[in-house]
């Protein structure tokens, strides 16, 4: 057995299929590592809402570093143990940008979503029609969510801003690249913008600390820019076979893709029998 202690998986193109599920031979390899005494963790851009739906079938899965690393949760105790929030003034900053562009602002508050209404109605129209589904059931909707926030300021953790299309992108982010943010580029056309210094590499840094794990002994599995510190940090990289041609470059190895079990790949080879 390797003398790593924690494997972390990202979600969407990681251990989730095409098909938004997990395949069984990755949950086998999942709660095989749990009994060997191997901790494991989810990596990911989600907030406790939208992982809501995985928590019975990765019940081995101790803790989320949440919202790209804004929020830490115990998920074992069912608890948030930290956060990180953005300041007020650059969500209202955020805010304004978008108001003049066709792109749906999707927020993260205590590890709950939020959108307006009448956008969650069409998500295929911001490229996230594959999380239709989900969105329709855990995302707390408004009418105005920009006139909500002003009127009654809440504590937000992430903030997803899911375009019409990549050239709206491009313009939101020539915008506000010049704020104190940490901004990701994410899947179909969107961003991702965290607290400055936040990320899912300072999220596994604090969980490490938190755990007392080394990091050196932690396994990282990913395949998108919101992996990329996360995984320069790990003491394993692990990329997917589907992964972005330069997360690949800049990890230690390449697994099988996530429709042909690259994460029970990783468990089985790096973590269990190196």
């Excluded at 589904?133 to 909707?141: I, P, Q, S, T």
């Excluded at 491009?170 to 704020?179: A, D, F, K, M, V």
């Excluded at 899912?200 to 998108?224: E, M, N, R």
Aim: net charge negative; charged share 20%.
């Amino acid at each position: 057995m390797s003398h790593y202690e924690l494997i972390g998986f990202d979600m969407d193109g990681t251990i989730l299929n095409s098909q938004k599920t997990i395949s069984h031979r990755t949950l086998e390899a999942v709660n095989r590592a749990a009994r060997m005494g191997k901790r494991v963790i989810l990596s990911t851009g989600r907030c406790i809402s939208e992982l809501e739906e995985f928590r019975d079938v990765l019940a081995n899965v101790s803790h989320y570093v949440c919202e790209s690393g804004a929020l830490i949760y115990d998920a074992v105790n069912q608890s948030i143990l930290h956060s990180e929030t953005l300041p007020r003034d650059l969500v209202e900053q955020v805010l304004e940008t978008a108001a003049h562009e066709d792109v749906m602002v999707y927020m993260m508050s205590g590890g709950q979503a939020l959108a307006n209404a009448s956008q969650v109605a069409d998500t295929s129209h911001y490229h996230m029609g594959v999380y239709q589904e989900m969105m329709d059931r855990v995302v707390n909707k408004t009418d105005d969510i920009g006139a909500l926030y002003r009127k009654h300021p809440f504590p937000v953790e992430k903030l997803n801003l899911f375009s019409a299309s990549a050239d709206i992108r491009e313009r939101l982010h020539s915008r506000i690249c010049g704020l104190p943010l940490a901004i990701a580029f994410a899947e179909g056309a969107s961003l991702e913008l965290s607290p400055r210094n936040v990320s899912k590499a300072s999220g596994l840094v604090w969980l490490c600390g938190h755990l007392d794990i080394p990091l050196h002994k932690t396994i990282i599995v990913g395949d998108a820019d919101n992996d990329a510190q996360v995984l320069r940090i790990a003491g394993l990289s692990v990329a997917m076979g589907n992964a972005l041609p330069h997360i690949k470059e800049l990890c230690d190895v390449v697994v099988a893709d996530n429709d042909h079990d690259g994460c029970a790949e990783a468990v089985d080879r790096y973590l269990l029998e190196a």
